[in-house]
Each structure stands twice: as C-alpha cells, then as structure tokens.
C-alpha cells in the first residue's frame, strides 16, 4: 500500500545548529504533506504544511522542502532550540484531504 | 477554547470487555478522526467523519465502530477488546488539511 517514511529514527543536535528531518513518501498523487510534532505525553501538534504544486514552504524558524522527482520531504528547524526535542510525523493527505498517512516519526534530541 | 478533549486518560480492560472513547470539540470543525498509536510508530486512522452524520472506515477498523453524535462529538467503540488493541487513541478534527488533536487515551487489554 502507499506509505510514508522517515530515514532516519533519531537525531540529536546542538542548541543553536540547524536540524534536518527527511521523509520519504510513495503516493505521487498526494495533494498535500503536513510535518506534526509531538512532545511526550501529548497529542500531535502541526508545524507547517506544503501543497503538491509548491517545492518550499517557510515559517517561524521552519521550513519545509519537497521535492517531487524523488519524493521526498524535508522539515529544516533554524537555531534549535531545547523546547523543539519532540518526535517529528511526516503526513500526506489524499486528494479529498481526510485520510493522513502518517509516517513512522524521527525523535529529535536537543543538546544544551 | 478546550479544543480537543477525550475521556478517559487511561483505562484498562479485560480480553472481551467492552468500552467507548468519548471525545468532543468545540471548534466547529466538520471533520473528526480517531488513530491509533502504537510504540515507535506513526498514527494510524481507524475512522473518520468527514461531515456530521458520516463516517467512514480508516487504514485499520475492524474491531471498532464509531458513532458520530452530533457536529461535536465523535465516539470510538470497543466491542470486544482484544490485547492487539493495547494502543493509545487519539482523536482529532479539522476545517481544512491542519488536524487538531486531543490528549490521548492510554488504553491497556490483558
């Protein structure tokens, strides 16, 4: 079936250095991929999202790069932070936008 | 604004039991959703409600039934508990593609 992925499980960065998050993804006619966060104990929360016919997306310190031709996403986070350490969720919606499949989630580690 | 809530936090159940995940928000989205969480992994839709008086099956329902109760309320069944539904639940609603999500339940089958 169509899924979602992540590269790598873990990442641990210093306070202050930019971190990288990578998702692979299978369903090229996804319309759009969304990034969640999730810290301990609590229920996702989402960070950005980015359409299908876009290949970067900016927010508050993240920004979100897709690229089509190999399918693959990625969630930059600038000067991060201790507050950002959390378990980071690749999604994508289908074309009617109500069934996300989520990938299987990277832990992030914030070094002081 | 509560946004997402869900009773229980936790519960624990015997192998046959029954039970129901309530979950309510007060957002007026159309659409809500439960998942499943299991450890180490990503969420996993069991149902979801595209509008009030819909609902349809997800990635993996079957053990489940779900009754949406009105615009705010969307409930999870459990029929007849089964250890491989050990899971946390999470239920979620949205207007749009950003998905608001409630606390979890912590649920444990023995």
């Known amino acids: 079936g169509e899924s979602v992925g992540l590269h790598l499980p873990t990442l641990s960065v210093q306070e202050g250095d930019n971190s990288i998050i990578n998702c692979a993804y299978s369903?090229?006619?996804?319309?759009?991929f969304i990034w969640y966060k999730q810290e301990s104990g609590k229920g996702p929360q989402f960070i950005i999202d980015i359409r299908s016919n876009m290949d970067k997306r900016q927010g508050q310190r993240v920004t979100v790069l897709l690229n089509k031709t190999v399918k693959h996403l990625s969630l930059q986070i600038a000067a991060t932070q201790p507050g950002d350490s959390a378990v980071y969720f690749c999604?994508?919606?289908?074309?009617?936008?109500?069934?996300?499949?989520f990938g299987a989630g990277t832990r992030l580690f914030v070094k002081a | 604004n509560a946004g997402v809530t869900q009773t229980p936090k936790f519960q624990v159940l015997k192998t046959g039991q029954s039970m129901t995940l309530q979950c309510a928000q007060d957002m007026n989205h159309n659409s809500m959703y439960w998942y499943r969480q299991d450890p180490g992994m990503g969420l996993r839709l069991i149902y979801y409600?595209?509008?009030?008086?819909?609902?349809d099956k997800g990635e993996v329902p079957n053990g489940y039934n779900v009754s949406r109760l009105n615009k705010r309320e969307f409930s999870l069944r459990l029929e007849s508990a089964a250890p491989s539904q050990t899971s946390v639940y999470f239920c979620?609603?949205?207007?749009?593609?950003?998905?608001?999500f409630g606390p979890g339940t912590r649920l444990t089958v023995l």
């Open positions: 979620a609603s949205s207007e749009g593609n950003e998905q608001f």
């Open positions: 369903n090229s006619a996804s319309d759009y």
């Open positions: 409600s595209a509008s009030e008086g819909t609902t």
């Open positions: 999604a994508e919606n289908d074309t009617g936008g109500f069934k996300t499949i």
